[in-house]
């Protein structure tokens, strides 16, 4: 035990020239060099990628061969070094033991909380080389570039939808399986996701009802999660970070993005049960759903009168109001909608489908 102890202790006198971090052994200094130099000796004979030391080569090899000798005592489940055992059993233990010293956030892994770091820091060093943007790690990075790519690694073997992220497409299955493992505690009711339960929660909050925690400094407008507050804000900033890959057109939210590239492929995944159309987005395809229903959950305060649409009512109830915000610049004409404006405006480019009712 003593001389355990004595090796444990022993001084680091092999010292980085570069960074100055400091190893017991010159045979540790020269794999570390390797980090600033790029040498990457060690090769595999099958896929020909490089390791900086032979022991990661080893554990490389079993991507290859499949095999997974470290065994979890809890689970059965079975990884391929030590570590990947060593990490995933603190999933049975719930040890955290790398904490945050700025918030005391705790996580698993030292990679976890390295990123964590830069949420107090504002470090966003791994750069996006198409548009810029930068990110807190280069898992977030390599995700995000799949949106100039177009890559979708994640396939659902019921539908065949892509995803960019594992976690989308576990998500994405539970609509097909109707499993829903996040439940209120209070009404019993299941979420897909955790972060509609939390949404859900609210309701039963009844010192806080529907607490919207986070405000817009421009507006005014309280949102529930910092998410939908950053969303918010593109409104007044303009900034549209989604671009599409073919076309160049850019949108605030990603979920534009996708909706839009169904106008290059022609794809429309959400088809009506009742006449089967198909729609390019589940939006679409429940405003269409109310032809069917005849519902009309939009109402005008004057009048009664119901609309499928809230674009609809917000235009209908113009007639009261007298308002035409949609002018025309050559004449000063003004109307309801901006479909109105454009088919005026045929009247002066001489394209008017109509003869005029003066010169026929």
Sequence with gaps: MEDHMTGYNKEKRYECDVCGKAWQKPSQLETHRRVHTGERPFDCSECGKNFTCHANLLQHY????????????????????????????????????YGCSTCGKRFARLSGLRDHRRVHSGDRPC??????????????????????????????????????????LLQHQRTHTGERPFTCAQCGKGFTRSSRLLSHQQVHDVDRPFHMPFSCSDCGKDFKTAYYLKVHQRVHTGEKPFGCSICGKNFAQLSGLREHQRVHSGERPFTCSDCNKGFKSST?????????????????????????????????????????????????????????????????????????????
């Design 127 to 168: 750069t996006c080389s198409d548009c810029g943007k930068g990110f807190k790690s280069s898992t977030d990075l390599n995700v995000h570039r799949r949106l100039h790519t177009g890559e979708r690694p994640y396939t659902c073997s019921n539908c065949s939808k892509g995803f960019t992220r594992s976690n989308s």
């Design 284 to 360: 679409h395809l429940k405003v269409h759903r109310r032809l069917h229903t005849g519902e009309r959950p939009y109402t005008c305060s004057d009048c009664g009168k119901g609309f499928t649409r809230s674009t609809r009512l917000l235009e209908h109830q113009r007639t009261h109001t007298g308002e035409r915000p949609f002018t025309c610049d050559q004449c000063g004409k003004g109307f309801t909608c901006s479909t109105r404006l454009l088919s005026h405006q045929r009247v002066h480019a001489g394209n008017s489908p109509f003869p005029s009712p003066v010169c026929g």
């Design 62 to 97: 079993r991507v290859h061969s499949g095999e997974r000798p470290f065994d979890c005592s809890n689970c059965g489940k079975s990884f391929k070094t030590t570590n990947h055992l060593k990490i995933h059993q603190q999933l049975h233990t719930g040890e955290k033991p």
